[in-house]
């Protein structure tokens, strides 16, 4: 049982390339999560599925976009890189609405 | 919009020392739930309050839910090292919850 997984653990991009960071979780749950944390700024919402097919934008969803795959993965895309978007990124699920989450590892992006 | 300061930002003490971390809302909360974050870790979660006067606790850590429903503290007694990172509220909100900044705490062996 892993849990949540994300990867990749670490990534640079130069601004302006695209990337796509993954989540999966094996639990079963319903919800899942994209946060993005900076230093001094706890935990921001940018995007969240409350079910499997829907997705809803958070507190800081520009620049980015997700999908929900299947129940398992909710993946989280960057179309063109800015600096700004240098941060840990966390993925999240839930089982209730409202129930405690279950975080990944976390996803480690610089961007020049 | 709703607002949740948690204080203070920072906390060093001595191991042995015993810590409070606070958590207030600017409107009535339905519910709060409380994370620790080690240092190079993700938040794990650690409980969540719903009651009005609500008191937890586990092991050394002490939860509490304001009358009121507006705040809520954590207090750890007798801190350990193991004790390390910054612990953060999350109250239900717009976008699902709403997280507070977190209170670093650095404990002092």
């Known amino acids: 049982n892993a849990g949540v997984t994300q990867t990749p653990k670490f990534q640079v991009l130069k601004t302006g390339q695209s990337m796509t960071l993954q989540c999966a979780q094996d639990?079963?749950?319903?919800?899942m999560y994209w946060y993005r944390q900076d230093p001094g700024m706890g935990l921001r919402l940018i995007y969240y599925s409350a079910s499997e097919g829907t997705t809803d934008k958070g507190e800081v969803p520009n620049g980015y976009n997700v999908s929900r795959l299947n129940k398992r993965e909710f993946s989280l895309r960057l179309e063109s890189a800015a600096p700004s978007q240098t941060s840990v990124y966390f993925c999240?699920?839930?089982?209730?609405?409202?129930?405690?989450?279950?975080f990944g590892p976390g996803t480690r992006l610089t961007v020049t | 919009g709703q607002q949740v300061m948690q204080i203070p930002q920072y906390q060093h003490v001595q191991e042995g020392e015993d810590f409070t971390t606070y958590c207030n809302s600017s409107?009535?909360?339905?519910?709060i739930q409380w994370y620790k974050q080690r240092p190079g870790g993700h938040p794990v979660f650690l409980i969540q309050?719903?009651?009005?006067?609500e008191v937890k606790k586990q092991k050394r850590l002490t939860f509490q839910f304001g009358e009121a429903k507006k705040n809520s503290s954590l207090h750890i007694t007798a801190t350990q090292t193991t004790d390390v990172g910054t612990y953060f509220c999350?109250?239900?909100?717009?976008?699902?919850?709403?997280f507070g900044t977190g209170t670093r705490l650095k404990v002092l062996a």
């Open positions: 409107t009535t909360l339905s519910n």
């Open positions: 999240a699920s839930s089982g209730d609405r409202g129930g405690e989450q279950y």
């Open positions: 309050l719903v009651k009005s006067g």
């Open positions: 639990m079963n749950h319903n919800s």
């Open positions: 999350a109250v239900p909100g717009t976008y699902k919850y709403i």
